[in-house]
Each structure stands twice: as structure tokens, then as C-alpha cells.
């Protein structure tokens, strides 16, 4: 069966800190890895990893991923309240469809 | 990205009846999509809306309890029949631009059954 799994599940760190998330898949027919932030209901897309070993980076917000290691992490530098969400990972199985993980809860303490 | 709308944008339902949530895209957006994200959980795909043709349903949703339409490329609605409290949830469209494209989530219809 396909499964996304991600840890950790919840995470309370002080404004300014690095945070790390983590994505594990094993998904049929890979074809590319996604990442979303949910705040209130609508998951907004952050970054679309294909290749493996190829950093995506978006402001302080970057991502890589490991094919060998069947993994992702999601990085997070200098904190900020405004990035307390639910941090997504998905996993295209084949053409379209969308497998997701359980989903990271941060909080981010001023 | 794509432009993705959806209403209602929230409903409080009595059980037994049904709800029509309305999505629509823009005109890049071939594929479309029906999540539900239930309390607490993360989003599990319903069904592929098809244009003009029956949607394509993911195990353990079935056509009379999610009846899905897609009448031209950019509109589709989902149907939430016969509602219990279970039905409570988050009820996601998505739409990619392509096979080779990410999806995008229109704003979502949080829908509460008492």
C-alpha cells in the first residue's frame, strides 16, 4: 500500500530557530515529491521536488530530496510566527494521483 | 499558479440532506481533482472529475454518496448526499496544468453536519 509519512507529527520552537521536517514515502510509480503549507483550510503550494540530491530553496524555506533514501526533509531558517502552519507532504503516484502524509502542526512561539 | 474559487466556503447542514460545492478553474487547468480532509487528518483524494464522462472514484467513495459533475473544462461540483456527522470535513478542489504540473487547492468548503 502507498504511505507519505511524516515526522515529527507536532513541533513548538522559539521564533528564530531552524527547523527540519521530514518526509518518508513509499509510493508505486514515483514521479515527483510536493510540499504545501496549510494555514486555515487551503494548502499552498511551497516547492515540487523531481530530481534527487537538487536543493529547492525559497527565501528562508528549502527542500531536498534523497530518492535513494526514499526521503525529503523541509528546512525552515530564522523562524517566524507567520510560519506556524501545517507543513504537507505529498507524493504523485503516477500520472496524477496525490498521496499525503499526516502533516507536520509547527507553532512558533514569539 | 492556477486560479482556483470554490463555494460555499462554509455550511452548517442538518443530517439527511445533501450539499453542492461549486469549484471552478481557470482555463490552464486540464485536471480536476476532489480531496476530503476530516478533522485532525491529513487530505485523501475522492475522485478525478472527468469532463463529460463519469468521475473516477478512489476506494471507499462511491457515486451516491459523492456525486460528481464536470459539464465543461473549468466547473465542476461535488455533492455531499444524505449527510451524517461523519461528512464532517473539509472539502478540497484541486486542478494541475498538466502532467508534469503541481496541483493547486482552491480555498476549500468546511462543512459541518449536525
Known amino acids: 500500500e502507498d504511505k507519505v509519512v511524516q515526522s515529527p507529527l507536532s513541533l513548538v520552537v522559539h521564533e528564530g530557530d531552524t527547523v527540519t521536517l521530514n518526509c518518508s514515502y513509499e509510493v508505486t510509480n514515483f514521479r515527483s515529491l510536493l510540499w504545501y503549507k496549510q494555514e486555515k483550510k487551503a494548502p499552498t503550494f511551497l516547492f515540487m521536488l523531481?530530481?534527487?540530491?537538487i536543493e529547492k530553496k525559497s527565501g528562508r524555506l528549502s527542500s531536498i530530496l534523497d530518492k535513494k533514501e526514499l526521503s525529503s526533509i523541509l528546512n525552515i531558517t530564522a523562524t517566524q510566527t507567520g510560519d506556524s502552519a501545517i507543513y504537507l507532504c505529498?507524493?504523485?503516484?503516477?500520472?496524477?494521483?496525490?498521496?499525503f502524509g499526516q502533516g507536520t502542526r509547527l507553532t512558533i512561539n514569539p | 499558479s492556477a486560479v482556483i474559487s470554490q463555494k460555499p466556503s462554509r455550511d452548517i447542514c442538518q443530517r439527511g440532506t445533501s450539499l453542492t460545492i461549486q469549484c471552478q478553474v481557470d482555463s490552464q487547468v486540464t485536471m480536476m481533482f476532489w480531496y476530503r480532509q476530516q478533522p485532525g487528518q491529513s487530505l485523501t483524494l475522492i475522485a478525478t472529475a472527468n469532463q463529460g464522462s463519469e468521475a473516477t472514484y478512489e476506494s471507499g467513495f462511491v457515486i451516491d454518496k459523492f456525486p460528481i459533475s464536470r459539464p465543461n473544462l473549468t466547473f465542476s461540483t461535488l455533492t455531499v448526499s444524505n449527510m451524517s456527522p461523519e461528512d464532517s470535513s473539509i472539502y478540497l478542489c484541486s486542478g494541475d496544468r498538466g502532467p508534469t504540473d503541481t496541483q493547486y487547492f482552491g480555498p476549500g468548503t468546511r462543512l459541518t453536519v449536525l
Open positions: 523531481t530530481s534527487s540530491g
Open positions: 505529498a507524493v504523485f503516484q503516477g500520472a496524477q494521483k496525490l498521496v
